[in-house]
């Protein structure tokens, strides 16, 4: 036979280790992976010069904004900057406008995004105001539910403990997950109000509203849920020590729990925050040092299972208003992450296996993609190449995000992505983006 590519010289990350190999596509998948005299005839061979091969990497949690979050971000530049970060598939959150919570609005979503991304995109839902729409809705295809403690968003009343009970009971035997954003609500609200009305509006009110109590209650909380009805919860961005150890706590009394952390609250303190200003402002917030420690300890003992960057862009205005309460949190991540993880493993704090479990393995293997999360033949050819020794500074205003500022702007890293191919086909090439829109594929749960 003629395959469609072969990738020649290549080191890969194949069952823990990493070897000197070629890889053959073809149709989307990898058909071959041996040594170079054992490959097939083919109609493209690429020489990769000694580059790492990764599993393409997966980001769990993601704002691709689109529709009537345009001017912030759409599904285009959204996935240009996933390809240009590495990042071959994106799990897109639902807090759109409109919010993605009914198979009309799934649908829609997902219309719009076929003609314009350039990675793999599978879609959230928030939870609709007719539970009995849930079904339908997976059935539409998305690929778990997301439920936001700290506001009002979807159709569920997260003020309700019976209303949550019973929809995770419905999410359980659906088998499908259910990502929880994990603040609570009623004591955020008392604590902003009462700073509001003080006059207080600055960063440290901030810090102040969504302290760490903020997210050990709400873990808590859904914890007891979680036990009660057995359904899949995945906490994301875990940020808190007391947080993460309940998490702990309740993985090792057998609660189906999972749980992320992101690259801003392993690499940035509260001393950073407040040096950058509202540009790294997000929730939840950026914490004390002592935090930072026990979320790295907790990457080494595999407590935390993913890693996901929550890129959440906004318009430059929003991030720089001059009440703390009317900035729009978050911040764009996608073209920093795996830099900022592989400086990790050139200066031995992370491995390539960290990597590997934190962005390939453990994602697919909790969202339950299909043919992704390692490299062995039969799978989706989507990979991730990096050179692990190019040395460069983030530089914001080159990002493919319309989001051109960063808090890690400026900021020296090693270790770059410099090809992502999904399924077999080359979208980024030394950062520009070489594919057309509408290459990558709409990810529906099975």
């Known amino acids: ?42 109609e493209t061979k690429t020489d990769l010069k000694n580059l790492l091969v990764l599993p393409g990497l997966i980001d769990v949690h993601v704002h691709l904004r689109d529709e009537g979050k345009a001017d912030k971000e759409d599904f285009y530049s959204g996935t240009a900057a996933a390809a240009a970060g590495g990042i071959t598939t994106v799990l897109d959150m639902p807090n759109n406008k409109p919010v993605t919570m009914s198979v009309e609005a799934l649908r829609r979503r997902m219309k719009i995004a076929e003609r314009k991304i350039l990675v793999n995109v599978g879609f959230y839902s928030e939870f609709p105001k007719n539970m009995k729409e849930t079904e339908e809705i997976i059935r539409e295809g998305a690929v778990a539910f997301k439920l936001f403690m700290d506001e009002q968003i979807g159709g569920l009343n997260i003020d309700d403990d019976h209303a949550l009970l019973e929809a995770f009971k419905i ?63 995945h906490f994301c961005h875990i940020s808190t020590e007391n947080g993460l150890k309940a998490i702990i706590d309740g993985k090792k009394s057998g609660i189906k729990i999972t749980c992320e952390t992101t690259p801003h609250h392993l690499f940035l303190s509260v001393d950073g925050l407040r040096r950058i200003g509202t540009l790294a402002l997000t929730t939840p917030p950026i914490r004390e040092k002592h935090h930072i420690t026990a979320l790295w300890n907790g990457i080494k003992n595999s407590w935390i299972d993913i890693l996901a960057s929550d890129h959440a862009p906004h318009t430059l205005g929003e991030k720089k208003a001059k009440s703390v309460w009317d900035v729009k949190v978050g911040v764009p991540g996608l073209e920093t992450t795996l830099p900022l993880l592989l400086t990790k493993v050139k200066h031995g704090r992370l491995s390539i296996t960290d990597v590997v479990r934190l962005m390939s393995k453990n994602p697919a293997e909790v969202f339950r993609l299909k043919g992704t999360g390692c490299l062995k033949e039969g ?42 191919f999904v399924d077999g086909r080359l979208i980024m090439d030394e950062g520009e983006i070489v594919a057309e829109a509408g290459s990558g594929e709409i990810i529906r749960r099975e």
């Open 1 to 42: 036979m003629i395959a469609d590519l072969i990738l020649s010289n290549a080191k890969a990350y194949i069952d823990n280790e990493i070897v000197d190999c070629s890889l053959a596509i073809n149709q989307g998948k990898i058909f071959k992976i041996a040594r170079e005299a054992n490959m097939p005839k083919a």
């Open 171 to 233: 999410v359980s035997k659906l088998k499908v997950s259910v990502a929880v954003h994990a603040e609570d609500k009623t004591t955020l609200k008392k604590v902003e109000d009462e700073l509001k009305r003080n006059n207080c509006n600055d960063v440290e009110a901030f810090l102040k509203a969504h302290s760490e109590n903020i997210e050990v209650t709400a873990v808590k909380r859904l914890l007891k849920i979680a036990e009660q009805t057995k359904v899949q919860v």
């Open 379 to 420: 799978n989706n050819a989507d990979l991730t190449v990096v050179d692990l020794d190019r040395k460069y500074k983030i530089d914001a205003s080159k990002f493919h995000s319309k989001a051109k500022y960063s808090p890690f702007d400026g900021l020296s890293v090693e270790g770059k992505p410099v090809k992502t």
